[in-house]
């Protein structure tokens, strides 16, 4: 009997059973189906993460400082005096304010959170502008009320017309918008469209908190990251004489945080999935059992009429396939939409991958074969008279 | 009894009566079936040396117990004997595994039973297909030769039907349809007009009798002496051994002339075989 053969087979005795065969597809679907949205969500996230940090460069080095009091502090000179001194390590430096406020154009008032950063950001970040200019050195020296806009404020506040120009009110306070950056995500709440970088030094008076406390310096090549981490470090020791008062990481080591953290998360999710995987074959493994019994007769018609054990089993270890197959497929299709709503619901980006789908189908095409091959084997062993004197 | 011993026996048995030994279709030899409850051993056969030649219409007959059963599953090949020798066709399969029983059934021998075994699942057409099916027979010609069966039974337009929707007498049919599909060298039927009517009954016997008319070997398994009385010899059984033999005349059904020559050999061997106990 060829492949061919058993297949139809197969599908006749579940089209023959169908609730029992949707019941027993069930786990099968319930099992793919998570697997599909866990990992669609998490390499989703992950995808948005990897993409905002490398946006940031990698020769980024991330200066922040607790501070102890008012005795001891650094301030933006003593940090630009350090970056003059050693411009053969670090090209970039800004510092990094961040102040949540109210934006307000016209009759739209939206909660924004601003970024106060120096005209060098440009250089440690990817910025590009679909509009205007970026901030320069005389807007920062003079503490100038501009400000440079992601798609997302432009689409929320402007309404689509372009926000060049306009004003804006940031805490009541009036901007300028000087340019617009070019969508990098969906310009949607919380992506890396919905920002707005002003002036370090106007953005630390919209954060009612005059210190500042995180820098990012700007290595001059990847290779010089460690020397300017060191360069900073010795800095800061000077000052604080106490490791734990400030921290240094550089992006690389941020994206590999991250991706590990990213990496831990998705494989339990996984493996808590795979476990409604495995309690779905081992349904499929007993509904077989439960078949093989309820047709001893028909095994043993089979084998009367000349059906040699491999028949008998491939017959069994074929429908078992089948139905967590096709188990698998429904679960697929029900994990793609589910993963799709989820991410709409919890406003995130779902990337369901080829390879998710595959190995979902794999495994699901493996279980029926591995929870189908015990039933079979017991099928397939059956004495003929006995079976065929079953009733 | 090791391989090399019995294929040295074989040679010798084959030796002493090579052209009987490729004419004889079925060919038991001394076959015990014993089985071992307990302390108690039963013997279902005790002892059974019986032949039958192609082209014959042997009734085993006995009453339930007999040993008749155990009988029709060694020679339908359904079970081994635990002592003595089987031919089939010129082969011993007396000592074959499953696998190669599989392979014999499928190949030389059609059942017919009681309860008509048919697979509720699949049409009559499909059912008719099945021995072809582990014959390996391709689609197209399989799916002509079961319509060909079909017709010869006189069923072909249920062929897309359900078996369940058929009435006994047409389901039996299909399983007749489906002993022949796989052009076995004998149809073994066991209680074949068990679950029918009087009515129906005759004429799946006289179906069987045209068969057997057509060249087919059949062996029909019974506990009814009227419905034996309807083969053209009667073998009967009771506590394992054979206590009658004999030759039987169905009446009206005419011979034709090509089976006749076989039935003359067929009877010699009888009679021979009668002596011999």
């Known amino acids: ?391 | 009894m090791s391989d090399e011993d019995m294929k040295k026996k074989e040679a010798a048995a084959g030796g002493r009566d090579p052209v009987k030994r490729e004419e004889t279709l079925i060919r038991l030899e001394d076959i015990y079936k014993i089985y071992q409850t307990g302390e108690e051993t039963v013997n279902a056969i005790d002892g059974i040396t019986l032949s039958i030649e192609k082209g014959e219409f042997a009734a085993i007959v006995g009453q339930s117990g007999s040993g008749k059963s155990t009988c029709m599953n060694i020679i339908g090949c359904l079970d081994v004997p635990t002592k003595g020798r089987y031919f089939l066709g010129g082969r011993d399969v007396s000592h074959m595994k499953d696998d190669e029983l599989a392979v014999i059934r499928n190949q030389m021998l059609g059942f017919i039973f009681q309860q008509y075994n048919l697979i509720p699942k699949l049409t009559v057409l499909e059912n008719v297909e099945l021995p072809m099916i582990y014959k390996g027979v391709k689609e197209k010609e399989r799916r002509e030769y079961a319509v060909q069966m079909l017709e010869k039974v006189g069923i072909a337009q249920t062929k897309f039907r359900m078996p369940k929707q058929r009435s006994g007498g047409q389901q039996q049919r299909v399983s007749i349809a489906r002993a022949l599909a796989g052009k076995p060298s004998v149809i073994l039927a066991d209680e074949p007009t068990g679950a029918l009517d009087s009515r129906t009954g005759t004429e799946v016997l006289e179906l069987l009798k045209r068969l057997n008319q057509e060249g087919n070997t059949i062996v029909l398994i019974t506990h009814d002496m009227g419905i034996a009385r309807q083969a053209r010899r009667i073998i009967r059984i009771a506590d394992g051994k054979v206590v009658e033999d004999m030759r039987n005349d169905p009446g009206p059904a005419p011979e034709p002339a090509g089976t006749a020559g076989a039935w003359k050999k067929g009877r010699a061997d009888i009679e021979e075989g009668r002596k011999d106990p």
Do not use: W
């Open chain 1, 1 to 391: 009997m060829n492949a061919k053969q058993c297949l139809s087979m197969a599908f006749k005795s579940l089209k023959g059973n169908k609730i029992q065969a949707f019941l027993t597809m069930l786990g099968i679907i319930i099992g793919v189906a998570s697997v599909i949205v866990l990992v669609s969500l998490v390499d989703g996230m992950a995808k948005d993460m990897v993409s905002q940090f490398e946006n940031m460069g990698t020769n980024l080095v991330s200066v922040n400082i607790q501070g102890r009091g008012a005795t001891r502090t650094v301030d933006v000179e003593d940090f630009q005096e350090l970056v003059q001194e050693n411009q053969d390590i670090i090209a970039y430096f800004s510092p990094v304010v961040s102040a949540s406020v109210s934006a307000k154009y016209q009759g739209e008032n939206l909660s924004a959170s601003v970024t106060g950063v120096s005209e060098d950001y440009e250089h440690l970040t990817e910025i590009n502008l679909s509009q205007g200019r970026f901030l320069s050195y005389i807007d920062v020296e003079r503490s100038q009320k501009v400000c440079v806009i992601g798609s997302y404020y432009e689409k929320e506040l402007f309404a689509g017309a372009s926000a060049l120009d306009q004003t804006l009110r940031l805490n009541g306070e009036p901007y300028r918008v000087i340019g617009v950056l070019e969508e990098t995500a969906d310009s949607e709440e919380g992506s890396a469209d919905a920002v707005i970088y002003t002036p370090y030094t106007s953005a630390a008076k919209l954060s009612f908190n005059g210190v500042i406390s995180s820098y990012q310096l700007g290595a001059v090549d990847t290779d010089s990251v460690e020397a300017a981490m060191a360069l900073a470090d010795d800095f800061l020791y000077d000052v604080f004489e106490d490791e734990d008062l400030y921290s240094i990481t550089s992006q690389e080591e941020m994206i590999e945080t991250v991706d590990e953290m990213l990496a831990t998360v998705s494989s339990v999710l996984v493996g808590i999935a795979g476990i409604s995987l495995l309690v779905g074959g081992i349904g499929i493994m007993n509904i077989m059992l439960v078949s093989v019994i309820e047709r001893t007769k028909e095994i043993g018609i089979r084998k009367s009429l000349g059906a040699k054990r491999k028949d008998i089993m491939r017959q069994f270890v074929i429908e078992a396939s089948v139905t967590s197959a096709m188990g698998g497929i429904v679960g697929i299709l029900l994990g793609i939409v589910m993963a799709y709503g989820a991410g709409s619901l919890l406003d995130m980006t779902v990337a369901p991958t080829l390879s998710a789908i595959l190995l979902a189908f794999g495994v699901s095409v493996f279980i029926g074969i591995l929870f189908g091959y015990f039933p079979a084997s017991k099928a397939a062993k059956l004495n003929p008279i006995d079976a065929l004197r079953y009733d």
